[in-house]
């Protein structure tokens, strides 16, 4: 009994012992991880408290009133009053070079911008009072480039058979566009600079052309390089009709140029043109014999004619017209003869 009785006596001790043990461990553990929240939410409780302290103080500062956009805005917009709203902000976040609301209704804008954008002077230019000698000129014989657009600026430039190449024009906006024709704002100064060169390009068998700017609102215009000839002018003013003469002439280049190009065509881009416009008829007679086809059938072409297309590719004797001394161009009722 008394061996039952020291074993069980140690067996208590053991599992006091073990029991005391863990539970010190966990008291440690409790208290680190005590320790570990406690130090977090004051640290949180620092962040939030710093915050605030912040806001409390951009809330006591000073602030002004800046003009913000109300609306998202691309490069080349007009700002008008309603584009236009007022906010007020602290002044520390303002900058320096901000502009009030009357100074920036009427300008331009050099880049694209978001809502609430504030209005700084770099952002906007403005084109300044028109001269009472600005006057709209339409041109035909510029050599356009193929993806000019309304509202494109472009530099006026001539090119001479030696390969000098001079800046006639420095960085005009294309007020309208339309098939090969282009308008420009000129003033005086500039339609007499093209006078003289258009003249120039007459008789020295010259090109006038355009190149587009990349990104003219940030780019400056280039300096016109092109020095008027003096017995040009001389010419100009002894007979003012010259001008006139050369504008026929370079717009019969330029387009002897195009059907010079057209004629160029492979025989076999040409064949295949001729080949789908064929079937395109064939849709549209069946259009017109049965209309409540859906929509989407192909119609013809008025301005080109399939036939003379082919006839291109032919020797001079087996063109279709038998008189060969004329081409004609055919629409969808009349045919109108051009005469080289």
């Known amino acids: 009994m008394s061996r039952i009785r020291f074993r069980q006596k140690r067996l208590l001790i053991a599992s006091l012992i073990g029991g005391a043990a863990v539970l010190l461990i966990c008291v440690i553990f409790g208290y680190l991880y005590f320790n570990y929240i406690h130090n977090k939410y004051e640290k949180r409780t620092a962040e939030i408290q710093l915050k605030l302290n912040e806001a409390e103080k951009r809330l006591n500062e000073e602030r002004v009133d800046v003009t913000v956009v109300n609306k998202d805005h691309a490069a080349g917009d007009r700002l008008r009053e309603e584009d236009l709203q007022t906010i007020s902000v602290p002044k520390s976040s303002v900058p320096a070079n901000t502009l009030d609301r009357q100074s920036v209704v009427g300008k331009f804008i050099k880049i694209d911008i978001?809502?609430?954008?504030?209005?700084?002077?770099?952002?906007?230019?403005?084109?300044?009072?028109?001269?009472d000698d600005l006057r709209?000129?339409?041109?035909?014989?510029?050599?356009?480039?193929?993806k000019l657009k309304k509202e494109d600026f472009v530099d006026v430039r001539i090119k001479f058979p030696t390969g000098q190449d001079y800046i006639v024009l420095s960085k005009k906006k294309v007020e309208d566009l339309l098939t090969g024709t282009v308008w420009y704002d000129m003033n005086e100064k500039e339609i007499l600079t093209m006078s003289s060169a258009i003249v120039?390009?007459?008789?020295?068998?010259?090109?006038?052309?355009?190149?587009?700017?990349?990104?003219?609102?940030?780019q400056q215009e280039a300096v016109v390089t092109y020095p008027p000839n003096p017995k040009v002018q001389d010419l100009i003013d002894s007979d003012p009709n010259i001008v006139e003469v050369a504008k026929s002439e370079m717009e019969r280049k330029v387009r002897a140029k195009l059907e010079q190009d057209l004629k160029s065509m492979p025989e076999e881009d040409i064949q295949k043109y001729v080949n789908g416009k064929s079937k395109d008829d064939s849709k549209a007679f069946e259009y017109h014999a049965n209309p409540d086809q859906p929509d989407g059938a192909a119609q013809q072409n008025p301005l080109i004619d399939g036939d003379n297309l082919q006839n291109r590719g032919q020797a001079p004797d087996q063109e279709a017209n038998p008189s060969g001394s004329t081409q004609i161009f055919n629409d969808n009722n009349?045919?109108?003869p051009i005469k080289k």
Do not use: C
């Open 114 to 131: 978001q809502a609430n954008a504030v209005i700084t002077e770099p952002m906007v230019f403005e084109e300044g009072i028109t001269p």
């Open 136 to 146: 709209i000129q339409e041109f035909r014989m510029i050599e356009l480039p193929l």
């Open 200 to 218: 120039d390009a007459y008789i020295n068998n010259a090109s006038i052309y355009a190149l587009n700017y990349v990104d003219p609102y940030m």
């Open 334 to 336: 009349v045919s109108v």
